[in-house]
């Protein structure tokens, strides 16, 4: 009984404490201190991101120091830049002259540190009128930033007696205990102690949309194409300019400012809900730019400042010790948002990303220049060559060292030498675009339409570049730009003001128990799905409130798979199981002899030869075939795909957890779980190893190389798989359409034959031929080719049927719409709510006084009929 823990204290008469007699003691109730403290937190939002944070950066002394040394890391550039402008005497450091206490003739002495710095260093500096001023600036920062810490600590140890007292966590077992097992304890303190007043339980999504409120709008504004900026430079090309210092001025008019958009951290102000003030808050939103915009232009000279030191201090000694990592990419600022999921957690992000890193690496250099080579290969051999005889004389006699500029030529050739290595490429690579590619798209999840099957082109490598850029060219974007940042403010996205905010009203909503949030990261599939992801039939909402690309799909599809015990609601449940039953019926028909093209057999077919996995899930082999009994000539795809033999062990707990993607077992009914488990025996299609019990739980069991690879592998063959139907359903829309357009062809002909372009634009818009996302505010221009809006081939067969077709051109278009027009801002006509049509979000790319359209169609000689284009 000594053990047992209760609310109730026992208290006893002095008398009977003497007399060890304790017949007549009382019970008293006494409130528990400890599940009060957290009872109604008022800014849950803040409070659920500082429990994220304490988790993935390892408690509460790591976040100290790390605080701590970014603030002497801010003393240590200000003091030493100022020590270099005004405090050495150059000439005594460079050896033209001695110090004043040095007697002339005597060589023998040597010039220590303290001989070079100038005696009268204080009034050196306060002579310095801009010098003094910036340093005042650079004060007044310090200042605030330990203000910060001194108030971040406080809330750290209020999170530290949480983690302890509420989730009985203690601090050295953060590194074992994955965000799913925290975030599980979460949810039953809220039952225990109700943090959160307005709801009893706290889900999954609940939690995820309250970390991620603001990070789900800059991801939908993306996918909007809101953000980023995109600008054509002569000799540049398409620029897209989006950096860490543009991105904070966002967030900060958007969000968390004083004069934001947002009123706190859940609640958007109540005015921008409201329609008949849109035009009153875009000038206010657009005067905010303004002054935002003229602000930073004050004070671009002393943050350009800043990051040139701090640039210099931070890469300087990369640059000495290993020049060719400026070569290398890095996921650039608008990839990391361009990629994300909706509620994806910066830790779930990054592992996608770093699994993707090597692939996109490998892509990237398939595309060199011969020519850049050749001079590459030139000039690092005369470098290389003068390096390795200076090396040697210095070998030959160490005073060869004392010459002039001796070293610092030593320097620079072995910087030229690492740099030509960057930019030569590998004799022995063999690299496959197309293969790359499917295997980026497999862990990034995102890729446009028209990238399937133009892997190998130039036009998809230059879009790509975008999303993984040159650290050398990241590292110069962030340098200028607080230099460009200003004029992007005031001249690029005042004009989007009322865009702004007719997208927070369109795509905000008030959820109980959570405040306002983005209407994208609910994962509603019904007003935000795009029917070109299912493989059923659904209400196909309106075209602006559909999410590009997929997002809400795939998005759906993630937090499934990471959060695998989350109850979705009932059509976002339907979707999630039509996809598994789909599967499952593609792995059924492999198994019966089917020959048509197989969305999962090529999914699988894609991770087998991108040897992704440590334990590699899929091999290209011969034997064990995915198909029982079938060879891999006999497959619909010349690439075989087949369930390796390996062992299986139960999950375990293990260091390093806080990165993990999900629960430790894995996914226990997604969607590779469902397909590998669901047959009756050990005969199927689908197999495992002997040693696996046929009847065993899926999520029970991990890869013993990696147990991280359970949800990767879910979430990679999820998404190859979703891409397959997503172009399977554009073929088959393909084929509708041809088969609809060549059998009208006769009876049009003869109608269109005598009208010019506006009459033939005319008629189609009247019968509705126009496709409908062809609306207010867009601009597009397309050419609906075989190609590149329906997917590209997708096997070899069909690839050399379609080039060697006479009857239609691989290039021609069969249909080509150009439709233009502009949303005039100044009618009210087109003002939008919350329930407005999809035509009234969309902004203009070009700004116009007056409204104007323009279709013009042009449709090419038909072949017969009864032609049935290939398959695409």
């Known amino acids: 009984m000594s053990e047992f823990h209760t609310s109730y204290y026992k208290f006893d008469s002095p008398n009977e404490e003497d007399n060890g007699c304790h017949e007549g003691a009382f019970l008293m109730p006494v409130p528990d201190t400890n599940k009060a403290r957290w009872h109604h937190i008022e800014d849950l939002d803040n409070f659920f991101v500082r429990v994220y944070q304490y988790h993935q950066q390892h408690g509460f002394l790591y976040i100290i120091l790390e605080q701590c040394f970014k603030l002497a890391q801010f003393v240590f550039v200000v003091v030493v830049s100022t ?61 605030l930033k330990a203000i910060k810490i001194v108030f971040n600590l406080i809330q750290l140890l209020d999170i530290r007696r949480f983690y302890r007292m509420a989730l009985h966590v203690k601090e050295n077992e953060l590194d074992n205990l994955t965000w799913h097992e925290i975030q599980r304890r979460l949810m039953s303190v809220q039952e225990e102690q109700q943090m959160c007043i307005h709801k009893q339980q706290l889900t999954e999504l609940d939690i995820y949309n309250r970390i991620l409120r603001f990070k789900n709008y800059m991801v939908a504004m993306v996918n909007k194409g809101l953000l980023p900026p995109r600008m054509n430079f002569p000799l540049l090309g398409d620029i897209v300019f989006f950096t860490q210092s543009l991105k904070y001025n966002m967030e900060l008019i958007f969000f968390w400012g004083p004069r934001a958009i947002f009123a706190n951290s859940y609640h958007m102000k109540d005015e921008y809900k409201l329609k008949g003030r849109r035009e009153d808050l875009a000038r206010q939103l657009s005067n905010n730019l303004l002054w935002l915009g003229i602000i930073n232009l004050i004070l671009s000279p002393a943050i350009f400042l800043w990051q040139v030191l701090y640039s210099f201090f931070s890469y300087a000694e990369l640059l000495k010790r290993d020049p ?90 072995g910087v030229i030498v690492a740099v030509c290595a960057s930019l030569t490429p590998d004799e022995h690579a063999v690299l496959r675009p197309e293969q790359l590619m ?213 999950a375990e707990v293990y260091r390093g957890a806080t990165s993990s993607e999900g629960p430790v077992e894995g996914v226990k009914d997604g969607l590779v779980s469902s397909i590998l488990l669901a047959q009756p025996g050990p005969s199927g299609p689908f197999s495992l190893n002997r040693s696996l019990p046929v009847n065993a739980s899926p999520g029970a069991f991990v890869s013993s190389d990696d147990t991280r690879t359970v949800t990767s592998l879910e979430m990679s063959v999820s998404a190859l798989y979703m891409h397959e139907l997503h172009h399977q359903k554009l073929n088959e829309r393909h084929n509708q359409m041809w088969e609809t357009v060549a059998e009208s062809r006769a009876c049009d002909e003869s109608n269109y034959s005598g009208m010019n372009n506006n009459q033939t634009a005319a008629v189609l818009r009247d019968s509705g031929n126009v496709p409908s996302h062809y609306g207010k505010g867009y601009q597009a221009i397309g050419e609906l080719t075989s190609s590149d809006l329906f997917g590209c081939v997708s096997d070899d067969q069909s690839r050399a049927a379609l080039k060697s077709s006479s009857q239609v051109s691989h290039a021609q ?47 090419p000689k038909l072949p017969s009929p009864h032609y049935r284009p290939p398959e695409v």
């Not at 007697?103 to 260093?121: A, L, P």
Request: charged residues 20%.
């Open 438 to 650: 499917c295997t980026v798209v497999a862990q990034v999840h995102y890729a446009p339409d028209f990238w399937r099957g133009q892997a190998h082109t130039y036009q998809v490598r230059d879009e790509f570049s975008h999303l993984f850029q040159y650290k050398a060219v990241y590292i110069l974007e962030e340098l200028f730009s607080p230099i460009f940042t200003p004029f992007i403010l005031i001249f690029w996205m005042r004009k989007r003001s009322l865009a702004i905010v007719d997208f927070f009203r369109n795509f905000t909503i008030d959820i109980a128990g959570v405040g306002d949030v983005c209407s994208f990261a609910q994962l509603d599939i019904n007003k935000h799905g795009d029917p070109r992801w299912h493989n059923t039939d659904i209400d196909e909402p309106p075209h602006s409130y559909q999410a590009d690309d997929g997002k809400t799909e795939l998005s759906l599809m993630h937090f499934a798979a990471t959060n695998p015990k989350w109850r979705a609601p009932e059509d976002e449940e339907k979707f999630l199981t039509n996809l598994k039953v789909n599967a499952k019926n593609d792995a059924l028909n492999v198994s019966h002899y089917q020959s048509a093209p197989n969305p999962l057999l090529t999914s699988l077919n894609i991770l087998g030869s991108g040897s992704m996995m440590g334990s590699t899930f899929l091999q290209p082999t011969y034997g064990n075939t995915l198909m029982s009994g079938i060879s891999l000539k006999e497959q619909p795809h010349p690439q075989g795909s087949s369930i390796v033999t390996q062992t299986h062990q139960r």
């Open 83 to 143: 020590l270099l402008a005004v405090c050495v005497d150059y000439n005594i450091l460079f050896g033209d002259k001695l110090p004043p206490e040095f007697h002339s003739n005597n060589t023998t002495e040597k010039v220590g540190f303290t001989d070079i710095f100038r005696s009268d260093c204080p009034e050196r500096i306060g002579n310095h009128t801009w010098l003094s001023f910036l340093l005042i600036i650079a004060l007044v920062v310090w200042l």
């Open 324 to 413: 060719g990592r400026f070569g290398a990419r890095k996921w650039s600022t608008y990839a990391k948002l361009y990629l994300r999921h909706f509620n994806e957690l910066p830790h779930e992000f990054e592992a996608r990303l770093n699994r993707a890193y090597k692939p996109a690496s490998s892509y990237m250099k398939a595309f060199y220049s011969p020519t850049i080579s050749l001079v590459a290969r030139n000039v690092g051999f005369f470098a290389g060559s003068i390096l390795a005889l200076l090396v040697f004389l210095s070998l030959l006699d160490e005073d060869s060292l004392r010459i002039a500029h001796f070293i610092s030529v030593m320097g620079v050739c």
């Open 813 to 859: 278009p069969f249909l080509t719409v150009e439709t233009t027009e502009f949303l005039s801002y100044g009618n009210e006509e087109n003002s939008s709510d919350s329930d407005a049509t999809p035509q009234d979000f969309h902004i203009p790319t070009h700004t116009v006084e007056a409204e104007q359209t323009s279709i013009s169609v042009t449709i």
